[in-house]
């Protein structure tokens, strides 16, 4: 049986993100790819010519005569022009030009098991394709609440507590839509998925960012602590944590749940690699005491169950933060696919069995990468969970992490994403770069492969 996970990002990972400082040949190569720019734009790409502005008899081309074209400046509003093409798309269209081997974007190169794809096969055949309750089909409404007591212990209605999204990505965006004003304060820790900096600045939230630093990424609780006003109305995190490969540790869920109950913040807490924890037991922090009653808990299908294109998720909330989710969550996708709503009922009655051996799976593909990155050279950094790695790339001399992805693609034949897209301040994240070994072994080993052959360290 064929295991696996999805960033970022369903495609999780294709998320909008911060304007990027690229090499000219890397422009190049990317200019061709259509990005929002700004309303003032005066050289929109090709795509903007569609219309043909005319009256009368002007209006009407003929062979000889073609219709004279206008050219219109793409149009984005203010929240969301700093975000342009994201750096997933990027890379990926580039590994495609160059033949290289996308250990990049966080989706599997195997499908998901035969159990849960005939249970759609068959929800299909059924006649379960109309709409489904907004909230979410009652089976798998029940599902994820009993699999969220074997998990934590808590019991949750799962009628009243539990709202099924179109992903995860739809759960953090419902959660953040429905319960954050314009100018609230909220915390997330960098680097971050780069969906949470687009989404908050939709609701208009102010984002402050607490950097968690290389080698063990732990939460400089001082920095947090001062970071907390009477202005913060949550902290979004992550665990494991994409892209380090970080656990939250229980010490620093203490101190976490310590800080919000003191200063009554709210928690969104993201943790769809739950069931991809390899070093120690995922810990939710819903499960602490005092916790539940101000935290939105949120996590999905795809990265368990290697079916990210389905965009099965949900929210767990206590019923009074629940109502704030539903209303932002019904008019933005008002429902979820149904077929897959009822299959995806099926995937969480799975046996422990099931995760066990996804576990082995990907403990083995990690070796792999781990080991080949080390002998190639570069400084690899513990990953505890999720099915990415975060190694120091300065070793070969390149002088960013941009540059060295370009490098890495165009000469090495590997894609590998550039972690400054995921912080406030690019400058924090220039020396490393992401790599996901949520791949089958063989292509794991000839991109390794590939970069002891043809990357040389430089200093």
Not at 251 to 277: G, P, Q, R, W
Not at 314 to 326: C, E, F, N
Not at 342 to 351: E, I, R, S
Request: aromatic share 8%; hydrophobic share 40%.
């Amino acid at each position: 049986m064929h295991l696996s996970a999805s960033p970022s990002t369903g495609v999780r990972d294709l998320q909008m993100l911060k304007p990027l400082t690229l090499r000219p040949t890397l422009l190049h190569t990317l200019s061709k790819i259509p990005l929002r720019r700004k309303s003032n734009t005066t050289n929109p790409p090709p795509m903007a010519s569609l219309s043909t502005v005319s009256s009368g008899k002007d209006a009407v081309s003929t062979p000889e005569e073609p219709a004279q074209k206008t050219h219109f400046p793409l149009q984005v509003s203010k929240r969301l022009e700093k975000f342009k093409t994201t750096i997933f798309t990027q890379m990926s269209i580039l590994a495609i030009k160059h033949g290289a081997i996308n250990l990049g974007q966080g989706f599997p190169n195997f499908d998901g098991p035969e159990f849960v794809k005939e249970a759609a096969i068959q929800a299909i055949r059924e006649g379960k394709n109309q709409y489904a309750r907004g909230y979410g089909v009652p089976d798998l409404n029940s599902s994820v609440a009993a699999r969220f007591k074997k998990d934590t212990g808590l019991v949750v209605d799962p009628e009243k507590e539990v709202t099924v999204t179109s992903g995860c990505t739809e759960a953090i965006a419902a959660t953040v839509l429905g319960l954050i004003n314009p100018d609230d304060e909220v915390i997330v820790f960098a680097p971050f998925y780069d969906s949470y900096e687009a989404t908050l600045s939709m609701a208009g939230a102010k984002i402050k960012s607490i950097t968690l630093r290389p080698p063990d990424f732990s939460v400089p609780v001082e920095e947090l602590k001062s970071a907390i006003s009477k202005d913060t109305r949550a902290i979004l995190m992550n665990t494991p944590h994409n892209p380090t490969g970080k656990m939250f540790t229980r010490e620093e869920l203490d101190v976490l749940a310590s800080l919000c109950i003191e200063n009554d913040v709210l928690v969104f807490s993201d943790e769809v690699y739950d069931k991809l924890a390899f070093e120690a037991d995922h810990i939710s922090i819903a499960s602490l005491p005092g916790m539940y009653e101000r935290t939105v808990t949120m996590n999905s299908l795809g990265k368990t169950f290697s079916l990210t294109g389905w965009k099965i998720g949900w929210a767990i909330a206590p019923q009074h933060l629940t109502w704030g989710v539903r209303q932002a969550h019904s008019f933005l996708t008002f429902a979820t696919s149904t077929p897959m709503q009822f299959a995806a009922a099926t995937a969480l009655q799975a046996p422990d069995s099931y995760y066990e051996e996804l576990k082995r799976d990907y403990m083995a593909k990690k070796a792999i990468l781990v080991e080949g990155l080390k002998a190639v050279g570069f400084e690899v950094y513990k990953s505890s969970g999720t099915y990415f790695v975060v190694v120091d790339h300065t070793p070969f001399g390149l002088e960013n992490d941009i540059v060295f992805c370009e490098y890495l693609i165009r000469e090495v034949g590997v894609v590998a994403i550039p972690t400054s897209v995921f912080y406030l301040n690019p400058e924090d994240g220039k020396n490393l770069v992401r790599f996901t070994f949520c791949k089958d072994e063989e292509t794991l080993r000839k991109a390794v492969e590939r970069m002891k052959e043809k990357l040389r360290r430089r200093v």
